[in-house]
């Protein structure tokens, strides 16, 4: 079992910055790869990006590709996303998720266990 709790979520202006964390705690023992996705109201749960365990290997949904980053580090078991240059389209719920592969994927089914999500809501 692995329990996962995100933050750094909040309200900013459009063309602003946040950075989101995640932090993995249970059997963080398994190799796994991590992910983030959003859903806002309405809206399927969109793939966001994915990193390998080693964090040598990432990608990007092509929204957010130049505007956020994917991050790990292993050894504080936490997984970040800074976010640049948000838009209102950006307004969702954040989720990490984890699976039980090395390897990254962008599908939600692809993974086993997430976290409750943060809520991020850029204005205009």
């Known amino acids: 079992q692995v329990q996962l709790v995100e933050s750094g979520g909040g309200l900013v202006q459009a063309g602003g910055s946040l950075r989101l964390s995640c932090v993995a705690s249970?059997?963080?023992?398994?190799?796994?790869?991590m992910g983030w996705f959003r859903q806002a109201p309405g809206n399927e749960r969109e793939f966001v990006g994915s990193?390998?365990?080693?964090?040598?290997?990432?990608t990007l949904a092509n929204s957010v590709k130049g505007r956020f980053t994917i991050s790990r580090d292993s050894a504080r078991n936490t997984m970040y996303l800074p976010m640049n240059s948000l838009k209102s389209e950006d307004t969702a719920v954040y989720y990490c998720?984890?699976?039980?592969?090395?390897?990254?994927?962008?599908?939600?089914?692809?993974?086993?266990?997430w976290g409750q999500g943060t809520q991020v809501t850029v204005s205009s």
């Open positions: 990193i390998t365990w080693t964090g040598t290997y990432s």
């Open positions: 249970g059997r963080t023992s398994i190799n796994y790869a």
């Open positions: 998720a984890t699976r039980s592969y090395t390897g990254v994927a962008a599908m939600a089914h692809d993974y086993r266990y």
